[in-house]
């Protein structure tokens, strides 16, 4: 008889009374459903892989995508062997243990990823919807292990058991992301890779990549090759409008083999990546590499300083020309579902100054330029859209009109742009507050440099991607939410992770799982969790503030803003209204 109580052993009466009780009640995000049963499993022998189609999906199942089942089993069987756990390669040699992954969707199921894991002292089936669901469910079973299961070392013998349970799952929001920011400090294709590694150790399924801004454009076109000669670096760099200039050369850019891996990568792991080009505002580097798509008369430089912004390049009929070149370039070697075109902090001043741009405004019958950006972003929308693939933009596009009707809107300046997006528009809750990790953790002076202000975990925990007062229909618009590692002030994949980690779990649980209504619970199994992350190398920030090592100290790194997050939040709803 399964029980959802998780009764204590009698070796849990050591334990702290705010620790959990069993691999069961450590999981993080928290499932629907999760008991530990009478009995182990033994997984000395090793485990031997076998996915097939769920039978009673069977007339559902043929309509599964081309190569899912190969797809699942390739995925099993890298996950097992990461675990250490691949028949053959323990020292037992008895028969091996059976792992029984079944794909497919039932007539009667909701649409969505939906996955089930039973642990019989006979072996382990997993039961997933699909693909994705496949990822999510190996993250759970590698939860259920010790945490000394996720080093590189793989279990000591002593630990190669499990106890039996099952765990029935599915998560409350569509979209669970993490966007990380490569331009302002650039990451090496490993670090996004280890990125991804993490976003699904988390059950997030969605990677945003910024891939191109004013300090940088990461991607080494074949058909622009200037855009990577001279946009993908900057001779020196400026921390902040009083920093001084470093004058160290800084860049990098990812072939398109690379983006190609990396959206790959993604996909084995139930992670899809979303690529960012963002235009027409924050395109200095695109300028820099193409003049002739920037104001004429200007000399156009890679922006240096980090939080730089109000570029724009024109918004006319040969531009869009050019960018719809890149995105199919793009579009080809990644074969994503979404790109994200941005649409943000767009300098339109001198539009109406310049003459080629006056002349097709008059020609679409258009009074402001802000009616040329929109102009823009529906054209690459619609350019996107004719490859099925699906456009996204940050609030400012919706502001403007830029946006056709199934444009995804990221809402990132405060409750009354979500507010407003989601009357008529699909949202991915993205607000500054609290979602903008690259933000101080606490208002201790000893954190390192960063944004001002703090965004603590307590503000993560507490986040409503869609806020009680919604109607609901604008509920109904919330795909969900992301967190957003903005790069001005994370120079290394050490910083991400501080920045990123633990606040990332209490978003994990928050869009996995729904509000967290029990404090205490998720903070015991936050704890536990950390021990998960110590043993795949992650520097977190500790719960009870920064390592010595990891301190802003006296020199560049220290903290200088007296900024409050009041302060900035009150900003951000001020310029909501403001294309």
């Not at 001043?349 to 929109?374: C, F, K, L, N, V």
Request: glycine share 10%; charged share 25%.
């Amino acid at each position: 008889m399964l029980s959802y109580t998780n009764p204590r052993s009698a070796t849990d009466e050591g334990l702290a009374d705010d620790m959990p009780r069993g691999p069961y009640d450590t999981l993080l995000p928290r499932p629907k459903r999760a008991g530990q049963r009478p009995g182990r499993l033994d997984l000395r022998p090793g485990v031997a892989v076998r996915v097939g189609l769920r039978t009673e999906a069977a007339p559902v199942g043929a309509h599964l995508p081309d190569g899912t089942l190969a797809a699942a089993e390739q995925s099993v069987l890298r996950a097992v062997a990461r675990l250490g756990l691949l028949a053959g390669n323990l020292r037992d040699d008895g028969p091996p243990v059976p792992l029984e992954v079944r794909v497919g969707r039932t007539a009667t199921e909701p649409e969505g990823p939906a996955h089930t894991i039973d642990v019989a002292p006979e072996g382990v089936t997993i039961e997933a919807t699909d693909l994705e669901s496949v990822s999510h469910a190996l993250t759970t079973l590698a939860q259920l292990l010790p945490p000394s299961a996720l080093r590189g070392s793989g279990l000591p013998d002593t630990a190669l058991d499990l106890p039996c349970g099952r765990v029935e799952d599915s998560p409350r929001y569509p979209w669970r992301g993490g966007m990380l920011d490569v331009v302002r400090h650039f990451a090496p294709k490993r670090t996004v890779l280890r990125y991804i590694d993490l976003l699904a150790a988390h059950r997030f399924n969605r990677m945003h990549l910024h891939l191109t801004d004013d300090q940088g454009w990461r991607i080494a076109s074949e058909r622009f090759p200037r855009l990577a000669e001279v946009g993908s670096w900057r001779p020196s760099t400026r921390l902040g409008p009083d920093g001084e200039h470093d004058r160290t050369p800084h860049g990098g850019r990812y072939s398109l083999a690379d983006l190609r891996e990396i959206a790959r990568y993604g996909r084995e792991r139930g992670v899809v990546v979303v690529p960012e080009i963002d235009v027409p505002g924050h395109t200095s580097a695109l300028r820099a590499a193409y003049p002739e798509l920037g104001r004429p008369g200007v000399d156009h430089t890679v922006q240096d300083t980090v939080w730089a912004g109000g570029s724009s390049v024109s918004p006319t009929r040969p531009v869009v020309t050019f960018l719809t070149e890149v995105l199919d370039e793009l579009c080809d070697a990644m074969d994503v579902p979404y790109v994200h075109l941005g649409g943000d902090e767009c300098d339109m001043s001198w539009w109406s100054e310049d003459p080629e741009i006056s002349r097709e405004m008059a020609e679409h019958g258009y009074t402001e330029p802000a009616q040329m950006h929109a102009h823009l972003l529906r054209a690459l929308a619609t350019h996107l859209s004719a490859r099925g693939v699906r456009a996204i933009v940050w609030d400012e596009g919706m502001v403007t009109g830029g946006v056709l009707d199934d444009t995804i809107v990221m809402a990132w300046r405060g409750e009354r742009a979500s507010s407003r997006a989601a009357e008529t528009h699909d949202v991915v809750r993205s607000p500054l507050f609290p979602t903008y990790f690259n933000f101080d953790q606490s208002d201790d002076p000893r954190e390192p440099r960063s944004e001002g202000g703090a965004i603590t975990l307590d503000d993560v925990a507490a986040f409503a991607p869609a806020p009680a007062g919604w109607t609901d229909a604008q509920r109904g618009h919330v795909l969900g939410g992301q967190f957003q590692v903005w790069s001005e002030w994370v120079p290394d994949e050490r910083r991400i992770d501080y920045l990123a980690f633990p606040r990332a779990c209490a978003l994990a649980e928050v869009l996995w799982s729904g509000a967290i209504d029990d404090r205490p619970d998720f903070d015991a199994r936050l704890r536990h969790h950390l021990a998960r992350l110590d043993a795949l190398g992650v520097e977190y920030r500790p719960l009870e503030g920064p390592h010595p090592w990891q301190q802003g100290g006296e020199g560049v790194w220290k903290r200088t803003s007296t900024d409050t997050i009041g302060a900035t939040r009150t900003w951000v709803e001020s310029v909501a209204d403001a294309p």
